[in-house]
Every structure is written in structure tokens, then in C-alpha cells.
């Protein structure tokens, strides 16, 4: 099986590795440039490396993965998808929701196996959590509190072009939202602030935010953001229902407590996203190449699943800079 591979950035390297752990896979990687951090890889015999796209469109490959710059993903789906090759592309898939039902027709055109890269849905600890759910250990769901903080605020060049916190960062918590309940969104309301990262005032961006969903079930959803916290990665999930309630706590490499007379002492917070949710892209990478293997087995998140996150974020961007709910129809 040969994968093509396009962009080998932080996340592309992660994603290079873990299909070098496959032994039927071949890698084909693509990128622009070719740097110091992924000449490590071409000593492998199953690993080869372009700068050429037209190189890699021409390739026998069975499947792509798309790990570029999200202004980038768009321009590739473009030429990927009449191929009609299966696709895992990175989130988001496009800042713009207009743009995600441009690829919807594509893919529907060409009947192309599309996953988006939210990655969370695949976490061992979420997919116990979504189980006992479905399995009705705590009755209907009457209210979700999702909270994500990170160590440190991305770099400026990043946010300028990330969409900004609430289609970079809490987007995957919208997305969370829906698989969860298995509900559709109603209502947006949010409120946010520039806490921090005060130079991301230059392209109107913010670092902490609160949002409130209303679900169609129902069900009132909280969400809480930030781009700095200093104790480490937070990230906790809960559900509450009519027969109870669902946690799941910070995770941390030490879960040790030591108590003496000076206190209660315990490790810190696992440091940022890898550490916490690497067992979940690997999961992500297992499923989609057995999506590649069989073309019987369908994308478990899917360019619905992206557009309807995105009208989220969307949403919760407008009503920040507007003060008021938004209304989804």
C-alpha cells in the first residue's frame, strides 16, 4: 500500500512515522522544501521524498493524506479528488463554509472517500465516554462542559492564518459537541477577550473565550478556551445526565499522589496536544487506512462533520464580535 503524503510539518512528521510503523506501507512525501527534521526518514527503504506535486499526482499511490497549511488544503482537494482515491485530510478543511460545500460536491461528483482530521473523536478515552452514552448509563443528556486550555499561545505567524481560536482551536469542541449528543447545533452564543497574546490584536484574533450551544436535544452545552495556561494542557470533558454523569480528567504521565505535611503533591499536566491525544492519531491513521484496505468501510468523520463545525465556529466568531445569540437554521 503506498501512501502519499502531503506536508511534513509538525503534525505531517507525526503522521510519517506512525505509517513507517505499518509494514505493507510505502510513504511517498510531499513537500515544497525539503528540511533537516525529516531527513532522518529517507534512510528507510519504504520512505521516498518529492518536491514535486506533479510527481506525486502522477504516482501509483493508493491514498492521500493532506497535512499542509490549512490556507492549502482547498487548492489540493481540488486536483485530489476527481482521482477518486480515498483522502484523510487535516482540519479544518476550509475557513470558509462555502468552500467545504464546494468539496462536498466534489466528492460527491467523483464518489471520493473524504476523512477530516478530527482527531479527538478517536481518543481511546472518548470512545468509552460516547459507548456508556449510547449504552444509556446516564439517561438523556441535559448538560456538556467541555474545557481546553493550552500551555502556551501558538506562535503570531500561526494565529494569523489559523482562522483564529474559535475555527482553529475550538472547533474541535464543537465537533465533540455533536458526536456526543448526537444532536445538531441550534443556537450560538459566545464572549471573548485578547488576555494574552496581545499582538494578535493586529489581525483581530483572541485568546480566551466562553461559549453556550443550545442542542436540538435539548441538552446546554458549555465551553471554555484559552491560549495560556500555566500549569500545563487542560483538558476535560463532561457530560451530565438524567441518570448521571460522565468525567473525563486531565491526564498526566504520573498519576502518583504524595501526601505529607507539607500537602498534596502530584505531577504535572501532560505539556501540549501530542502528548495527550497521540493515541488518538494513531487510531485516526489505523481507520483510515482500513478505509484504504476496504472501500466497504466508511469515513467515520466526514465533510458534513467539517461544515458543520465550521458554521460553528463561524457562529461563535459573529456572536463575540456582535454581543448577540446566532441562530442556526
Known sequence: MKIALLGLGRIGMVYAEELLQTAEVEVLAYSPTQRKRFRPLVGNSRFSFSSDFAK?????????IIATPSTTHLDYLKALVPLG????CEKPVDLLEKNIQKVQRWQQQYQTPVLVGFNRRFDPQVRRMKAKIEDGHIGNIHIVKLTGRDPAPP???FARHSGG????MMIHDFDMVRHLTAAEPVSVYAKADLKVAKSFAEFGDVDTAICIVKMSDGALVTIDNSRK???????RLEVFGSKGMIQIPNQRHDHTVVCNKSGTHRSP????????YLSSYQEELRHFLSVVRDPKIS???SLHDAWMATRMGVAARKSSQSGREILLK
Open 56 to 64: 506525486i499526482l502522477a504516482s501509483d499511490c493508493d491514498a492521500f
Open 85 to 88: 482515491k480515498p483522502i484523510f
Open 155 to 157: 506562535s503570531k505567524e
Open 165 to 168: 481560536l474559535f475555527l482553529d
Open 229 to 235: 495556561a500555566t500549569y500545563g494542557y487542560d483538558q
Open 269 to 276: 499536566l501532560k505539556n501540549f496536544f501530542m502528548d495527550r
Open 299 to 301: 469515513v467515520a468523520v
